[in-house]
């Protein structure tokens, strides 16, 4: 029995074994008031252990209630604990909150106004219209992602799972994200770990992400292997193909797997040998030039039999886009659709340097890549998606109104199957179960609960989204605008976007 399992369970066990060993001598006036307290803890304990909607309780039995009871606090403390912010954390706790409240479908209504500082530089809003439209159906917030070359055109949700890779989740949480993505009919990106066996489970629709390492149709010598793509790649769950440039949290960046952590599963999904560091290397092997790119993505296209084929990537080089810009207008292939990863996203470990300082953030990658299409009178050929610090309905609203046609939230589906953003992820001791490969720990993780969460927190998100379109006067996303978003500048201005960003016009860079 491991140390981590002996801490976990301590306490509860002590209380066990106390109140057994007890019994025989309750009758002593100074024991009985021990042994009866330690007899409730042990069946907290053990309710905690059978429950199936905390997974911290699951895995904390007893020890666990501290984190709910102390949020039962109101108001003050747990004002502190939900809503403030924490420069520790990536993500602020109000974040957090919202995520959680609407993975649970409890109201998160707020009165007495809010919380943020409006003449603060940096807010933004939505401008509402003295004659706000109907509510539309959120269900009814989708596109058709597949270009003319494309010959199995895909409709996709507006609001997507993000990549993340069976191995840095857990299976139990795959299988939950991808059966909330089932029920509420949108996609789940694999991440480049290739597809699992718990991908399949609920059959929900999977955009498949290869990477440099090429998982799950790769050669023994870690190359390209076309035969196993296209056994794989025509499964009728496999909707949209991904090829990954680079990530927000680390473009420019390889991966390893280290061999110790490498299980027979994570093994036989990526197809690489155990004993045998996972390595992702930084660049693709199957091309080196913009033209050579294309010629891949046609191959990916046939070998999928004509599903929608693009790339995610984290502008960097601007130069070197144009470059895949220009190869696009000299071979005539276009990829059908292309994500956008800013670097302020990214869920899993990164160096601190990569973090920080390298990539370009999400809005100004996006509307650079917007604008080169645009100008290139490419756009209306290519969807775009936006991936990067995207959780609430503002989030979507800010990149769709920009040039993104749909948006991608890593985290904020993490949050709805239970993170709590511990940053424990690279221990292997996931408290919630979420991000390890411990048996034992992500048994907390209750599939089917989970699931309905994500669909709550899909549903909810956009039902959200909907609700700041009427009240804009726009009844589908697709009528979002740089003007109808504006952002304080300084304590005494506030502008459009449309007055803060330049838009090309259609064939502008062609014409000179």
């Known amino acids: 029995m491991s140390l981590s399992l002996l801490s976990r369970y301590a306490f509860f066990a002590a209380c066990v074994l106390f109140t057994l060993a007890s019994l025989p001598f309750i009758h002593h006036e100074w024991l009985w008031p021990f042994t009866l307290t330690t007899g409730i803890l042990s069946l907290i304990g053990l309710f905690d252990l059978l429950q199936q909607r905390h997974a911290v309780r699951r895995n904390y039995p007893i020890l666990g209630n501290i984190r709910y009871l102390v949020e039962a606090i109101r108001p003050e403390i747990r ?68 270009g003319p070359q494309c010959s199995q055109p895909y409709s996709a949700s507006i609001f997507n799972i993000s990549a993340m890779s069976f191995g840095s989740l ?23 770990g290739s597809i699992s066996p718990y991908h399949r489970e609920h059959g929900g629709d999977l955009v498949w992400e290869l990477g440099s390492g090429y998982f799950g149709c790769r050669t023994p010598d870690g190359r390209f292997d076309p ?55 930084s660049r693709h092997s199957a091309f080196s030039t913009p033209i050579e790119m ?60 990569f973090t920080d300082h390298i990539g370009v953030p999400l809005r100004e990658g996006l509307l650079f890549v917007h604008n080169t299409l645009v100008g290139l009178n490419l756009r209306d050929k290519i969807k775009l998606g936006a991936s990067g610090k995207i959780v609430s309905a503002f989030d979507i609203a800010s990149v769709l109104a920009i040039g993104a046609d749909w948006a991608n939230s890593a985290r904020g589906f993490m949050f709805a199957i239970g993170c709590i953003q511990s940053q424990s992820c690279h221990t292997n001791k996931c408290p919630t179960g979420v991000a390890t490969q411990d048996p034992l720990r992500q048994r907390a993780l209750v599939v089917p609960d989970k699931a309905q969460r994500v669909l709550n927190f899909h549903h909810n998100t956009l039902r959200a989204l909907a609700e700041m379109l009427a ?8 009528q979002l605008e740089a003007k109808h978003l504006v952002r304080r500048v300084s304590a005494t201005e506030i502008k459009l976007f449309s007055q803060m960003h330049v838009f090309l016009k259609p064939g502008e860079l062609l014409t000179g």
Request: one cysteine or more; glycine letters at 12%; aromatic letters at 8%.
């Open 471 to 478: 009240a804009a006067g726009l009844e589908h996303p697709a």
């Open 170 to 192: 857990s299976a139990n949480a795959i299988r939950a994200l991808n059966q909330g993505a089932k029920l509420g009919n949108f996609h789940h990106d694999t991440g480049e």
């Open 227 to 281: 035969e196993r793509f296209a056994a794989q790649a025509r499964s009728p769950q496999v909707r949209m193909i991904e090829i990954k440039m680079s990530q927000g949290a680390k473009p420019g960046h390889g991966g390893i797997l280290p061999k110790h952590k490498v299980t027979q599963e994570i093994a036989e999904t990526r197809g690489v040998l155990m004993g045998e560091d996972c390595i992702s290397p």
């Open 79 to 146: 004002q502190y604990l939900l809503e403030s912010d924490s420069d520790a954390l990536p993500f602020s706790r109000a974040q957090r909150s919202l995520v959680y409240a609407r993975a649970k479908n409890e109201a998160s209504d707020k009165p007495f106004g809010t919380l943020i500082d409006v003449y603060e530089s940096g807010f933004e809003f939505i401008g509402h219209s003295m004659r706000p439209a109907p509510l539309a159906d959120p269900a009814s917030f989708r596109i058709i992602v597949g």
């Open 294 to 353: 294309m010629q891949f993505i046609a191959q990916l296209r046939e070998l999928s039999g004509g599903k929608p084929v693009g790339f995610k990537f984290c502008l960097g080089h601007p130069w070197e886009f144009m470059g895949i810009a220009k190869a696009m207008l000299e071979t005539g292939i276009l990829p059908d659709f292309i994500v956008v990863d800013g670097k302020e996203g990214g869920t899993g470990a990164a160096p601190v340097e």
